[in-house]
């Protein structure tokens, strides 16, 4: 059977529209696997207080894992000297770093130390202990090879790792900051949890930071908006409809309720990232 040029372009571009629309529906079905899946481990672990000594464990190896691929293309997600060039891809990390830097360089606020929590490959404090010699920095995460995971970021005296997990830390007295950040890593705690780091910190932290993405709500009349964390029910934290199991909480509320009022509350865009930033800047009554 002879078939025509004109028929066979014809032919081509439908098929080809049918290839496109079925890897489409697959793609898109793929991530609702992952996002239901997401949403009931966060379901099953939302009463949890702090993690199990084999929760650590498990942690510490999942971590170590991922840094290991993280640890071949991070140093290449510098921040920029001028902080608002930095790569896209970095986007959070100029963004906690820009909120840290006028605490840490005003005199009167007497920050000496900070902490990261869960700062993995830390290219915020690589940056921030650069400039700022006269503070102490100190990355905590469960990988026990911190050191050597962050060797090809640029280095400083005053910059130092700790391993294990910041709650027992922070409440055993070993890990202290005047400042302490939380960047893409308090969405990871539970309500109850969350709460467990405030109090360990109302006791002596100055300042907290966090700078967080901030997602669409599985289960929320707001789902077709940016819900404001001051709508969340504060002891009852929603759970993100994306690619993690993480939680949306009030943390104006529960910040203030462990002494820490608000300074700055924003959300912001994410340039090239398909969601929001929440950045926090909480001062503690008592001693700031
Ligand atoms: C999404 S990663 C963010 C890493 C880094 N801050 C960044 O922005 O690239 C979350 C980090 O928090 C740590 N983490 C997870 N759960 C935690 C918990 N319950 N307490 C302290 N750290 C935790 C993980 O080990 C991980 O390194």
């Known amino acids: 059977m002879d078939v025509s040029l004109k028929d066979f372009v014809k ?17 898109l079905l793929i991530s609702s696997l992952e996002f239901a899946r997401n949403y009931t481990r966060a379901h099953d672990r939302k009463e949890k207080m702090r993690l199990t000594p084999r929760d650590i464990t498990d942690m510490q190896q999942q971590e170590e894992e ?14 920029n000297n001028d902080l608002s060039t930095s790569p896209g891809k970095a986007a959070m990390y100029p963004k906690a770093a820009s909120l840290c830097l ?15 929590v869960g700062a993995r490959v830390d290219i915020i404090s690589s940056y921030l202990a650069q400039r700022n010699p006269s503070v102490s920095f100190v990355s905590v995460d469960f990988q ?15 910059w130092s790792f700790m391993s294990g997990y910041a709650l027992d830390l922070f409440e055993q007295g ?17 309500n109850k949890e969350l709460r467990l780091y405030f109090n360990a910190l109302s006791k002596s932290t100055k300042y907290s930071i966090l700078n967080e993405g901030w997602w669409p709500a599985a289960k929320s009349p707001t789902f077709f908006r940016v819900i404001k964390p001051e709508e969340i029910d504060p002891h009852n934290s929603l759970i993100i409809l994306g690619p993690y199991d ?18 700055s509350s924003e959300i912001g865009e994410v340039p090239n990232r398909f969601y ?11 001693i700031a």
């Open 11 to 27: 032919y081509n571009i439908i098929i080809g529209f049918i290839h496109y629309l079925k890897l489409q529906f697959g793609l």
């Open 66 to 79: 991922i840094v290991t691929n993280d640890y071949v293309f991070r140093p290449s997600l510098h921040i």
């Open 102 to 116: 006028p605490l840490l360089t005003d005199p009167k606020n007497g920050i000496k130390t900070m902490g990261n």
């Open 144 to 158: 026990s090879n911190l050191v050597e995971l962050n060797s090809l970021l640029p280095q400083s005296d005053n």
């Open 174 to 190: 070993k890990l202290q900051g005047d400042l302490v950040l939380f960047s893409s890593t308090s969405v990871l705690f539970t």
């Open 246 to 263: 993480n939680y949306l909480h009030n943390y104006p509320a529960i910040l203030s309720e462990y002494g820490f009022e608000i300074v």
């Open 276 to 286: 929001w930033c929440l950045q926090i800047v909480a001062k503690n009554r008592a």
